[in-house]
């Protein structure tokens, strides 16, 4: 296979110069209407193409599907690579250069049939002015001819082509050439200006992998980011290839396909006629996209679809048309994603002043989509479960994630689309910076900055620094990869973004605006490096941040200790902290820290930034009338590890818990208590000295009517996750520490059993109060939240009969009472796990929920995943029955990350000792790969690629599965 799988994954364990950029084009120049087309793509003239044009003239070839070829211009090089797969390559950083021949303009013709798809092109190439002197072509290994000729990426093993020339002139083969994966067209045939045509025909029914052009239910739809593209036609399909898409030709059977999109802003659409002027029952749409951009940023939806249009009114004044599309049973569905564009169209512009550049906004929703949305230029594609949402079938969670992904796509027109990045290793570039912004708009917009830095941190520490720890971990600008699909990872996404706020940290948000504007000056219209990003922030700030340069080449997770003294005679503080990190050189760490009177809880120093430059530096804080409790690390300000070298001191995390002014910290300390109790408990140590200000802590928690946030409140009485508490012991025992982290909660239920209990009354009787009108607003989210958090701790107390009866009764009521799917998910969640007593509560909840759902594809992908994550002795047997499910399918990747990746989550069953969960894992892993490799490689490197951290019997368990797939790779080749 060319793309990425999980046997690409343990191939990955066997082993600078910017092109100059045209003037910035302000929003208010753009060639968006037809007045300013270019002359041949003028809606009253055709083009001088081979292509069929965009009159209302039949294509010539018979609309039937036709055999495989075996005369096609790639034939011999599709039956190699078919019959002995290539070898997967390392590809290295350092070998980057520009390509000699370039794709200035793009024209792109897709026929659309039943069973086979035919695609015209034509591209105008020119020579490369920034080429360089030294290095390789830069995407892998280049032979010896790709220095001189155009080359043009293709997966042959899909893509069949049938023809071939140069302005009008068919090519000789002795004029081209073949490896796998390329076309490479020899330099003697090409000049600057010239054009090549080419037609390929392709079968998107028959792409399962959902990379390039396929289809999606009746929908036919694309996804070319990172190496899409070559699946469609060939083609420089590399970032730096910015070429305008002067026209894109969309023509299928109208009744079937009524709407057909690509990039930009729309020409002329009609139906499509023989030479006699009779209907053929087809229709065409011709698009124009003004903006240069990447092939990976290409995009074609056809099918049958509703919408919901709006608008959105500039700072300029101009006019967008906003238009979501999805299957017409979910047009209902779409109004909070249309609101939340709106939202994030404003912030952009109040926050970067950073104004949309078309005429039109499309997003499309389709089920099967490997991920969360893509950016496409004006024509955003969306897996459903980041764009539908209303209260019967989306939880406030949902309703924020849509919220979140519609700005990170959206904000991605300018972070992405019109700077791009010059090759894959600078993904963070784009994609860091984006992450960040849009959880600065998310925590913004809804007056819940603390709440929001809360989630993001948990994220952080739940699975990138899980990634940090094992074999998979990479700097967030990597120096080598074997597959790029593999990159997608969190280190580059969310730690990509820890960085980028550092840089706001220390330059502070106006400094960081002013960097942002030059960034864009200096480089709208290009692709290039995260050094040009840096450049850009140091020369608008009138900084060196040579020595920050160092996080983008550093992987693993830093650790930063700290102690401290009082000097009570001169009324100084110090304290000191230390560096430690896989760099070779001191990296440059931001550490945010406010002092805390010891006697009365008052802020006596608010928050400064500490710039630990050197491995260790000492801080003084002089003019103090008495000793004090450091708050350090507030807000996360860098992703590190925090360590006391003096020891974890219980009663100050107790004090800092229940008295910090700083929200997130107040909670980050709460955290840390519970986690040494927990770790306690597994370790069977004594813990009585811990367990009382665990206790006391919770106690003022829930009673505190300082805590004004309920969300707060909420995180703050929640015990860490599993995967959280796995990041504080070098040998993970995933049943140890569910087990222990259960003692902790049920030991805190009993004890505060009546209060949480009262608790949980006020907030049904404040919900109850507050009508039954749906609201996703903070207060109403954070009582939400709280009483859920409430009745998992009533639910833990389930040890007798009647404890199990009074559970079940609880969380049965919690789940027939609700009024959205929020607070029906939360009881579900326990239900699935009841047992005794509970057992028909639970039968009677999994076949409600079922029937409730309707058939809904984002309300069965809860229902499967409840129970794969159920805490029952039968899980394994309960997921294989899952998977066997009518409902199930291996070819929706929502569907098999609800069964499979919810199981593999579920650690402490994954992870049973008699190895049967990994068994189960590569069974799935070896079917899954065969229909899409990309779902395969991610639930791979997420559950087995860490075998080393855990115990000797289990990581040989692990290992076995991960040779077993191994093995498949060398039957194959």
Not at 134 to 162: I, K, P, R, S, Y
Request: charged share 25%.
């Amino acid at each position: 296979r060319h793309s990425s799988s999980f046997r690409d994954v343990l191939w990955n364990h066997e082993t600078h110069k910017t092109p100059c950029c045209p003037p910035r084009r302000s929003p208010h120049q753009l060639p968006n209407n037809l007045c300013l087309l270019p002359p041949t793509i003028h809606p009253t003239q055709s083009t001088p193409s081979t292509m069929a044009n965009s009159t209302e003239i039949e294509p010539t070839h018979p609309p039937k599907k036709p055999r495989l070829s075996k005369t096609a211009l790639n034939a011999a090089i599709a039956a190699s690579s078919l019959a002995s797969p290539p070898k997967p390559i390392e590809v290295f950083r350092t070998q980057y250069k520009p390509l000699r021949w370039i794709v200035t303009s793009v024209e792109l013709d897709f026929e659309l049939y039943d069973g086979y798809t035919i695609v015209h092109s034509a591209l105008t190439v020119e020579t490369n002015a920034q080429r360089c002197n030294t290095g390789t072509n830069g995407d892998d290994d280049e032979d010896e001819h790709a220095d001189e000729g155009l080359v043009l990426n293709g997966d042959e093993t899909c893509v069949e082509l049938q023809s071939l020339s140069i302005n009008h002139i068919d090519v000789s083969s002795e004029h081209y050439e073949f490896t796998p994966g390329k076309l490479i067209i020899h330099a003697s045939e090409l000049t600057s200006g010239a054009v090549v045509r080419m037609t390929v025909r392709i079968v998107p029914e028959e792409n399962t992998q959902l990379s390039g052009l396929y289809k999606s239910g009746s929908i036919y739809c694309t996804q070319c980011e990172a190496e899409g593209f070559r699946r469609i036609t060939y083609y420089p399909d590399r970032p730096d290839v910015m070429a305008t898409f002067q026209r894109v030709r969309i023509e299928a059977d109208k009744e079937k396909f009524p709407v057909l999109l690509s990039n930009g802003n729309l020409v002329e659409e009609g139906e499509c006629m023989d030479e006699a002027g009779v209907k053929k029952g087809r229709k065409f749409a011709v698009w124009h996209d003004p903006y240069p951009k990447p092939s990976y940023l290409f995009a074609l939806v056809a099918g049958d679809l509703g919408s919901l249009t709006s608008t959105y009114t500039t700072m300029s004044g101009r006019i967008v048309s906003l238009r979501f599309y999805s299957e017409h049973a979910n047009v209902s569905k779409l109004h909070y994603a249309v609101e939340s564009l709106q939202r994030a169209m404003k912030w952009d512009e109040d926050t970067f002043g950073l104004e949309y550049d078309l005429d039109l906004f499309h997003v499309v929703a389709v089920e099967s989509f490997n991920m969360g949305a893509m950016e496409n230029k004006s024509l955003n594609v969306f897996n459903i479960s980041c764009v539908l949402a209303d209260p019967v079938t989306s939880t406030d969670a949902n309703y924020q994630r849509v919220e979140g992904i519609i700005g990170h796509e959206y904000f991605h027109n300018w972070t992405g689309n019109r700077v791009t990045c010059r090759d894959w290793f600078q993904l963070t570039l784009k994609e860091g910076l984006t992450v960040f912004r849009d959880q600065q708009f998310s925590g913004q917009v809804n007056n819940s900055t603390a709440v929001k830095r809360i989630q993001d941190v948990l994220v952080v520490r739940g699975r990138q620094f899980q990634e940090d720890a094992g074999p998979m971990t990479h700097p967030i600008r990597p120096e080598s990869y074997v597959a790029m699909d593999n990159f997608y990872t969190a280190t580059v996404y969310r730690k990509g973004a820890e960085i980028i706020r550092m840089y706001d940290t220390i330059l502070t948000s106006e400094g960081f605006r002013k960097g942002m504007d030059l960034y864009f000056k200096r480089h709208d219209g290009c692709a290039v490096t995260c050094d040009d990003f840096l450049a850009a922030m140091a020369d608008a700030n009138g900084v060196d941040l040579s020595q920050f340069a160092r996080w983008y080449s550093t992987s693993g997770t830093p650790t930063v200790s700290y102690s401290s003294t009082f000097d009570a005679v001169k009324g100084v503080f110090r304290l000191t902290l230390s560096q430690s990190s896989r760099s070779e050189e001191p990296l440059f760490i931001p550490v945010s820290v406010g002092l805390l009177d010891k006697e009365t809880g008052e802020e006596v120093v608010p928050t400064k930034i500490l710039e630990l430059k050197e491995g260790t530096q000492i801080f003084e804080f002089p003019g103090l009338r008495g000793d004090v409790v450091p708050s350090i690390l507030r807000n996360f300000s860098a992703p590190v590890k925090l360590v006391p070298l003096a020891g974890v001191d219980e009663y100050e995390l107790a004090f800092l818990a229940s008295r910090d002014t700083d929200g997130f910290n107040r909670w980050d300390s709460a955290q840390r208590l519970y986690t040494c109790a927990i770790l306690k408990v597994m370790n069977k140590e004594d813990c009585d000295e811990t367990i009382n200000p665990v206790l006391e802590t919770f106690g003022r928690t829930l009673k505190d009517t300082t805590i004004s946030d309920d969300s707060i409140r909420a995180y703050t009485l929640t015990l860490p996750g599993e995967s959280t508490l796995a990041e504080s012991v070098t040998v993970i025992d995933p049943p140890a520490i569910h087990s222990a982290r259960k003692q902790v909660k049920i030991e805190i239920a009993r004890k505060f059993k009546d209060e949480i209990t009262l608790c949980y009354q006020k907030l049904t009787a404040a919900i109850e109060a507050d009508g039954t009108e749906f609201k996703v607003d903070g207060t109403s989210v954070g009582r939400r939240r709280l009483r859920n958090v409430c009745l998992g701790y009533l639910c833990s107390i389930a040890e007798t009969p009647d404890e199990q009866r009074a559970a079940a009764a609880l969380a049965t009521n919690h789940f027939q009472s609700a009024t959205g799917m929020t607070d029906k998910l939360a009881a579900f969640n326990h239900l699935v796990s009841m047992c005794g007593e509970g057992e028909s509560a639970r039968e009677a909840a999994i076949h409600k929920f079922y029937d409730d759902a309707a058939g809904d594809p984002l309300v069965l992908d809860k229902w499967f995943a409840s129970q794969a994550s159920a805490e029952l002795p039968d899980v394994l047997d309960r997921v294989k029955k899952l998977v066997s499910h009518p409902d199930f399918s291996l070819e929706k990747p929502n569907r098999c990350r609800s069964v499979i990746l919810s199981f593999t989550m579920n650690e402490a069953a994954f992870h049973d000792a008699s190895g049967k969960g990994y068994e189960f894992l590569g069974d799935i892993l070896e079917k899954l790969d065969k229909v899409n490799p990309k779902v395969a490689a991610r639930t791979t490197a997420s559950s087995l690629i860490g075998w080393k951290r855990y115990n000797e019997d289990r990581a040989v368990m692990m290992k076995a599965q991960l040779e077993r797939l191994k093995g498949d790779v060398s039957c194959e080749q």
